[in-house]
């Protein structure tokens, strides 16, 4: 396989991650989200530092947002690590008020499988 098309592959597989991520934080859908995050997964949110366990936990709770949309998604491959940095607009159930947020996600491909390592979110709200 060659360097063109295992970079193509990769970037499909990465943008079908990046959604079925944001899909997953929406819906409260821990187990989809498991699916894909490594085992030595950490994500920092505005004062928190989760590992896997934690994050799960969280994600499984009701979600204080909806109406959740991906906004300017960029995926860079760098070898076996891709960084994927987007923008996301929500509203907060509590008061209706809208809110951006931006990410970094990071992606390693381990044994073939490209799989979540971290996530760094700075999220109004959340």
């Known amino acids: 396989m060659n360097d063109t098309k295992s970079s193509a592959e990769d970037l499909a597989i990465l943008e079908q991650l990046n959604l079925d991520y944001n899909r997953s934080d929406q819906a409260g859908d821990a187990k989809r989200l498991g699916e894909f995050l490594a085992e030595d ?44 940095h987007g923008r ?3 509203t907060m159930i509590a008061d209706g008020v809208e809110h951006d947020a931006l990410y970094t996600d990071v992606y390693q491909k381990r044994e073939g499988v490209w799989v979540c390592v971290s996530a760094c979110a700075i999220a109004p709200g959340a």
Do not use: C, M, S, W
Request: neutral net charge.
């Open 88 to 90: 996301v607009t929500y």
């Open 41 to 84: 997964f950490i994500v920092q949110t505005p004062g928190v530092t989760r590992n896997r366990e934690e994050y799960l936990d969280d994600i499984a709770k009701p979600r204080p947002f909806k109406d959740q949309v991906l906004h300017e998604v960029k995926i860079r491959i760098l070898g076996d690590v891709a960084l994927i």
